[in-house]
């Protein structure tokens, strides 16, 4: 049973508004833009000095350290982009198990392009659920309007599907990250060829902390396995201390990446979301 | 395995209800998790679909279904191996000696021995009680013996018994039945006549219908060296028919005599034969062999030795051995005697004259006429002159005075003074000496009959401290017990049997298989009658202790059981 509900995407425009994304104090890369670029590019920005090669503009030519060194000195100026972000968003079942998780997935994915925007960056939505589709920012919000979150295998599969990451200034993955494979290969994927990376973990507030009560049929939101086991306190414990241990495994495996670790509560609000947990990615515009 | 009460089986069709019972408690609302791996255990693997590998690792539910199994398993009172419940079939076999014919080369004995497996078989039993009938029934094979040893017994059994009433045996029969009702199994060769059955009897005939010539009876008189023998032959047939009957002794021609017989009808033969040893009287072999052949040992020797102790007062000694010497077969001997005869003080069985002050008695006598040695002695006209009482059991006296009495030891003391007395001149005399021989006659060691019929009770003497035994033609060993003249139970199988002292041969007997109803074989034939209540097997599950092993593994399975959803709740 899946809990798909849509997303109040038109409150994330109230939530992002005056905010821009907060980017990682690294060079990016980009297209022409705001942001100092790591390469090097015909900016105002002095980025280093040396000397002449034969096939260098003779407009960088740095005629006052001509005169007073008698060398051909040329003016090396750093590249300013428009940085690339990319919002990699899990859209497979698991993020439907319920309404509250569904909706903040989305709105979390949509807030963060918005924020993009606001920062003049380039955002991109991935999305990856049954189809695997590649959303410019600005139509990220008609994409999520009509997204669901229906992916039938676990993220790491459906992520095999998306074509190769690309460079890019700031990779943000909303997803719960409830998924069997290895953290670390996975996060360090995501953090691959970007400046910076942000693993939002969402999550239910069952996920975190199931109840109990008499015995469940369990069964998984992706691969519909069932699993049925009488939820007395022993069992629930167990699961605490296996998610609690699946978590962490996230965060050193992001950590080593440099990787952000942020879980967010899917049942609160994202304006309360933005002023707390998701605070770090904000930067006043 | 088997079931001593199979309906508790029918606890098994709760099995499905705690299955049933299980999916409903375990039928509950599904829940969408994000993240199933985080539930499984680390030996837990999970699979979709209602499979039944999924139930099988539900310890709770294999417990309680294999509670119930155990549950139901020791109500039907299972049992495994050895202990399996046994079917017992019950058999009595007709023991007479008709049984013993042949037809086609086989005996009805064959026939019930083959009726006996095929009866097994069928009924699947696993243990046998056989019982052959006769005069006194005999457990061939039991009680409950399994089948192999209860075979080997019926494979050895030789019936020899005499005409006979079954009913003794059917009852016991009934006495060793494991349920009541029990069917009983009667094996015979013919019709059993008017004989009215139990109704738990199931009866067949293995016999047939057949013509025979048998010896009826036989005797055998020893005088003077020579032995006459004389036979009673009858015919047991549908047409008139000849028959040499042939006699045979060591060391003399044999002797035939060819008797016509007519259907039945006897003929008697009687031969002499100059010889002491054996005598073999045959007939021609035919259906029943055993009928037709006698072995007939000699007489017992008549002559009775009979010492006088010299201190016997002269006058008792010649009117006593006057009257012995009269009776014949009579021999004095000094001493080694069957009989002695002293006076008073002396140590003789029979010890005659008088003691102390004498008085003379001329009636009345007072006599046991019941007792032997007093048998048809009149005392009428007699003067009796006795001294004090002699001891022993008074068997004749007068007044207070006993004439004659019997000791303990059977020593015979006669009250007599034989000079002031006339009774050795009277008619009494003689007849009480003859008396006293005839018991000294019969109070030998050995047989005092050497030929008996089959199924009839055999005197025999003993004599104190010495081991006494019979042993009979196949060397089978009955001991003797008691002391003096005793009878003993008929002798079977017929032929030779010896008396032992020891275990030495003292005197031989011969049993002749000789019964005019058991030679009759054309009464014989196809007879059956159906049990007329059908209780036919028994198992013998009810007269052993339960299998408890089942309700403790119940109990276990139930501790088990509450063990671990007990550890679940907490």
């Given at each position: ?111 963060v ?96 902390d ?31 201390e296996r ?23 899917a049942a ?7 002023r707390?947990e998701?605070?770090a ?5 | ?50 499979r ?26 299972a ?12 058999v ?71 005409a ?73 047939m ?21 008797v ?38 000699p ?21 006593i ?64 002159t ?88 196949e060397?089978?060993?009955r ?61 013998l ?30």
């Amino acid at each position: 049973m899946h809990t798909d509900a849509p997303a109040d995407l038109a409150m994330v425009e109230r939530a992002s508004a005056g905010l821009s994304l907060r980017l990682p104090r690294v060079p990016h890369r980009g297209r022409l833009g705001d942001a100092r670029a790591a390469s090097v590019g015909s900016s105002m920005e002095l980025h280093d000095f040396r000397t002449y090669h034969p096939g260098d503009d003779l407009r960088h030519v740095d005629w006052n350290a001509v005169a007073r060194t008698g060398e051909l000195v040329v003016r090396v100026r750093q590249d300013e982009v428009s940085p690339r972000v990319e919002v990699v968003l899990d859209a497979t079942a698991s993020m439907a198990v319920s309404a509250e998780k569904s909706a903040r997935a989305k709105e979390v994915a949509l807030w963060v392009c918005e924020l993009a925007r606001h920062g003049g960056c380039e955002p991109v939505l991935l999305i990856a659920g049954r189809e695997v589709q590649r959303v410019p920012g600005a139509a990220a919000r008609a994409a999520l309007s009509q997204l669901r979150a229906d992916g039938r295998e676990p993220f790491d599969a459906a992520l095999a599907r998306l074509p190769p990451f690309q460079a890019c200034g700031l990779r943000v993955v909303v997803s719960d990250f409830f998924v069997e494979a290895a953290p670390g290969a996975l996060a360090e994927r995501f953090a691959r060829h970007a400046a910076g990376c942000a693993l939002l973990q969402v999550v239910d507030a069952e996920d975190l902390d199931p109840s109990g009560g008499g015995g469940a049929r369990l069964t998984d939101a992706e691969t519909g396995e069932v699993l049925e086991r009488l939820l007395t306190p022993d069992v629930l414990q167990a699961y605490r201390e296996r998610c609690s241990a699946h978590v962490s495994a996230w965060q050193a495996a992001a950590r080593r990446v440099s990787a952000s670790w942020t879980q967010v509560p899917a049942a609160e609000p994202l304006t309360v979301l933005a002023r707390r947990e998701l605070s770090a990615l904000v930067e006043a515009s | 395995m088997s079931f001593g009460f199979p309906l508790g089986l029918l606890a098994l069709v709760a099995v499905p209800a705690v299955v049933a019972a299980y999916f409903l408690r375990r039928k509950q609302p599904p829940r969408l998790v994000s993240a199933l791996f985080l539930w499984r255990t680390p030996n837990q693997r999970a699979e979709a679909g209602p499979r039944f590998e999924r139930f099988s690792r539900e310890a709770s539910l294999a417990l309680e279904t294999l509670a119930l199994i155990a549950a139901a398993l020791f109500l039907a009172d299972a049992r495994c191996g050895e202990a399996a419940s046994r079917t017992h079939v019950l058999v009595v076999v007709d023991g007479s000696l008709s049984m013993l014919a042949t037809t086609g080369g086989r005996t009805a004995a064959d026939a019930a021995r083959d009726a006996v497996a095929a009866l097994v078989r069928d009924e699947g039993a696993s243990v046998v009680t056989v019982i052959e009938s006769g005069p006194r029934p005999r457990l061939l094979a039991g009680p409950q013996l399994d089948v192999a040893r209860a075979t080997a017994a019926l494979e050895a059994w030789r019936p020899a018994q005499p005409a006979h009433d079954p009913t003794p045996a059917l009852a016991l029969a009934k006495e060793l039945s494991t349920v009541p009702k029990q069917r009983v199994h009667f094996i015979t060769d013919g019709p059993v006549g008017e004989l009215a059955l139990p109704p738990e009897v199931q009866g067949r005939s293995v016999g047939a219908r057949l013509e025979n010539v048998a010896f009826l009876s036989a005797q055998r008189r020893d005088e003077a060296g020579v032995a006459t023998v004389t036979v009673r032959v009858a015919g047991f047939m549908d047409a008139p028919r000849s028959v040499p009957v042939r006699f045979s002794a060591q060391g003399l021609p044999e002797q035939a005599q060819q008797v016509a017989l007519t259907p039945g009808a006897t003929a008697l033969v009687r031969v002499g034969m100059k010889t002491a040893g054996l005598i073999e009287v045959t007939l021609p072999d035919d259906a029943l062999v055993e009928d037709g052949r006698l072995r007939l040992q000699p007489s017992p020797p008549p002559t009775l030795e009979v010492s006088m102790v010299p201190t016997l007062d002269p006058s008792a000694q010649t009117t006593i051995s006057r009257a012995l010497l009269v009776m014949g077969e009579v021999t004095f001997v000094e001493k080694d005697a069957h009989l002695s005869i002293g006076p008073p003080s002396s140590v003789a069985r029979v010890r005659v004259g008088a003691t102390g002050p004498l008085q003379s008695f001329v009636g009345p006598f007072f006599a046991q006429k019941t007792h032997p040695l007093l048998d048809d002695v009149q005392l009428g006209g007699v003067v009796w002159t006795a001294g004090v009482n002699p001891p022993g059991q008074p068997l004749l006296s007068a007044g207070g005075v006993v004439l004659m009495s019997e000791a303990d030891d059977g020593v015979v003391h006669l009250n007599l003074e034989v000079s002031r007395s006339n009774v050795q001149r009277s008619v009494a005399w003689p007849v009480l000496w003859g008396n006293v021989v005839r018991r000294a006659r019969a109070s030998r060691e050995g047989f005092p009959r050497r030929l008996v019929h089959v199924g009839e009770d055999v005197p025999v003497v003993t004599s104190p401290g010495a081991s006494w035994a019979l042993e009979g033609p196949e060397g089978a060993s009955r001991p003797v017990l008691g002391v003096g003249a005793l009878t003993v139970p008929p002798l079977s199988p017929p032929g030779a049997w010896h008396l032992r002292r020891d275990g030495k041969r003292v005197d031989t007997l011969e049993v002749l298989a000789l019964d005019a109803h058991e030679s009759d074989l054309t009464t014989r034939g196809a007879w059956s009658v159906d049990a007329a209540k059908t209780d036919a097997l028994a198992t013998l599950s009810g007269d052993r202790p339960r299998a408890w092993a089942w309700a403790a593994l119940v109990l276990a399975l139930m501790l088990a059981d509450f063990w671990l959803t007990a550890r679940r709740r907490s």
